[in-house]
């Protein structure tokens, strides 16, 4: 296929054509093929129009979507807060995102035990400073207090 220099910015069949070529690649939300779709010089009502007629035949779905990011970032040893933050930047509405969180069945603890194993090795923290080390890596990739401290073997501590 020969790229032009710059398409027309109202031909909506080469803007859900675009659309069709990047989820060939992989899953993109709404929101973020609206913003590359822009980037190269379609007008809104033609990227309207194009999504629109894309979300129709379901070759754009904002579940499919949302399913495939939350296993990418579950697989990264992302938490469910960070994984809700991305969404919402990605134009997945909160409700939407808690909803993804919750059909994907994740155990938040054994990922978070997984993501310290990773990064730190087999061996639990030995002291306070390496503890909240830890703890500060699992609270950047979005774990919550419950999964930090099973993660780290704190549940039973009694300091």
Not at 48 to 64: I, K, P, Y
Not at 139 to 156: N, Q, T, V
Request: proline residues 4%; positive net charge.
């Amino acid at each position: 296929m020969r790229r032009s220099s710059k398409p027309d910015p109202q031909d909506e069949a080469a803007c859900r054509r675009l659309a069709l070529d990047l989820l060939a690649r992989r899953e993109h939300s709404r929101l973020e093929l609206e913003r590359k779709l822009a980037a190269r010089g379609f007008e809104d009502g033609a990227i309207g129009a194009a999504l629109d007629r894309l979300e129709a035949a379901n070759a754009l779905s904002t579940a499919r979507f949302g399913g495939s990011f939350v296993r990418s970032r579950v697989a990264r040893g992302q938490g469910p807060a960070r994984i809700r933050a991305e969404l919402e930047q990605r134009g997945v509405s909160g409700g939407a995102a808690a909803e993804l969180l919750a059909e994907a069945e994740v155990d938040w603890i054994a990922a978070a035990r997984e993501a310290r194993r990773k990064r730190f090795g087999p061996v639990p923290p030995a002291d306070y400073t390496e503890r909240a080390r830890q703890a500060r890596f699992l609270e950047r990739r979005g774990f919550d207090g419950a999964a930090i401290r099973a993660a780290l073997d704190l549940a039973s501590d009694s300091d």
